[in-house]
């Protein structure tokens, strides 16, 4: 029996597959990373005013005032019916299907009113609708 002890062997780290793993790391980044290129093309972008290029004859303008009444491009409508803001409407769009439909409803609106304003225009064929709103800075400040 041998009861020496035995001479202790020293870990050893092995560093070249280590290495090997992060040089292939180092390697597939290198190939797959994109740089951007913002030198490549000077370019001047052109200019353009979006007030004059807004046109006029295919807008219309209906305003629904708090207490429901309507008016198609400043021009008061009789009644309160979807049949008769459609009436106001078709009359109003002079290009026709393509005419853009600006609901400039008041704040303190019914619901009801501005969804008339929408039946009514899809009853006529218009179906480019937007909403006017002003800017909270022009909200704030006092108008009159």
């Known amino acids: 029996m041998n009861f020496r002890p035995r001479a202790k062997e020293e870990p050893e780290i092995n560093l070249i597959p280590f290495i090997d793993v992060l040089l292939v790391i180092l390697i597939f980044l290198m190939l797959t990373t994109t740089y951007s290129k913002f030198t490549e093309l000077q370019l001047t972008l052109p200019v353009a005013d979006a007030e004059q290029q807004r046109d006029h004859p295919k807008e219309v303008i209906v305003s ?81």
């Open 64 to 144: 629904v005032a708090a207490d429901g009444r309507y008016a198609i491009n400043k021009t008061g409508v009789d009644g309160k019916s979807v049949d008769a803001i459609a009436q106001a409407l078709r009359s109003a769009a002079t290009a026709g299907t393509g005419s853009v439909v600006i609901i400039s409803a008041d704040a303190m609106a019914p619901h009801q009113s501005v969804v008339s304003v929408m039946e009514a225009a899809r009853r006529v064929g218009l179906t480019q609708i937007t909403f006017a709103t002003q800017s909270s800075a022009a909200a704030r400040s006092p108008s009159r």
